[in-house]
Structure formats: structure tokens, C-alpha cells
């Protein structure tokens, strides 16, 4: 089944390909078939974001649409940056690096016993017949004080996984691909696949 992933994000792209094609899935970026629509994220949780991306690129190309809405949440700032991981500090000349600076600066203060932290993905899929489908995937672990590791993108180099004794960012894509909030969401959601009758049981 070929489904437009709601995103300009190559990274992103060659991340949850990795899984969806041991499902069968092809994904295809929303810029490569020219659709060059910037959803505004105006939903409070992971899941009304990751909805209102999965189904603007769905109407914009009358095709299957999978979108994910992903962030960190650190239990010492209530959950932030959450739902705004991706614009934290609403400072449009910051990078990946400049929102973990701005992060670790953030989390000076909190004590080490006390940087729990969290990596949530919610995935949509949404299909011009109507059917929405949805799925979350979690994992836990602690902000670091610095960055290690070279590999992933945004917080990973700074979210220490205790199961692998590591940051996500030290681990090998195959690796990530086993544990990652996105690979949990991903199974979930294509269990939730079959289940509809879009993948093969």
C-alpha cells in the first residue's frame, strides 16, 4: 500500500520506513508527489496534532496519509517541551542543537535523582474513505547534562535509555528501530492495521 507520510522531514522519513516496509507499507514524503502545505499544529495533545497533519495531506492528495506527532515531556517541567518539542522556545532561529541547549539550560537546576523524562509518538493514518486510525508508543528514561553520540536527531543525544545503558543517540539505527517510541507506535498501529483490514494478518 502506498501512503503519503505528512512531513518534509527526510530523517523522519528514512526512521519509520525502516519499519513500514516489513509491513508492506511504502511511504512517499509529501514534498516528493509536490505538496508543500505547512499544517499549523494548533492541537494541545500528540494525538490532535498528529490528526490535523494525517488529514490535510490526505485532502491535499486525495491518498492515504500517515502522519506522527512526536515529542519529549520531562517530568521536572510538567511535561515540557511536549506538544512543542519541535519549536521550544518559539525562536524560529533555533536548530535541533540550540533547543537541546536551550533544554539542558532549562534543567540546570533539577537534581539528578529527579530528570526523568519520557519520548511519546503518536501515529495517525487517515483514509480518504473516512477511517482514522490511531496509535501511541512511549518509552522512559533521563535527560542527561550533555550530549552523547552522533547518531538520531532532536533530544536523543541527550535521553539516556537505562535498557541499553545509552542515549538514543548512541545507538545503531537497527537498534533505535527496536525500542523507539516511534517503533512502539508503529507496531501498535499496524496491529490496529490488520485489525481494519489494511495489512495482511
Known sequence: MKVILASKNAHKLEEISRITEKFGIELVLQSQ???????EETGTTFEENSLLKAEAVMKA???PA????????VEA??????????RYGF???LDDR??????????????DGQRQAKFVCVITFAHPEGQIIQARGEIHGQLLREARGVNGFGYDPIFYYPPFEKTMAELSPEQKNQVSHRAVALHAFYEKMKE??????
Do not use: M
Not at 66 to 73: I, Y
Not at 77 to 86: K, T
Open 91 to 93: 525562536d524560529d532561529t
Open 98 to 111: 540550540g533547543r537541546l541547549q536551550l533544554l539542558l539550560k532549562n534543567t540546570e537546576q533539577v537534581p
Open 66 to 73: 500517515l502522519a506522527d506527532d512526536s515529542g519529549l515531556a
Open 196 to 201: 481494519a483490514g489494511y495489512a495482511d494478518k
Open 33 to 39: 508527489l509536490g505538496v508543500d502545505i505547512e499544517v
Open 77 to 86: 517541567l510538567n511535561g515540557e517541551p511536549g506538544v512543542y518539542s519541535a
Open 61 to 63: 492528495t486525495g491518498l
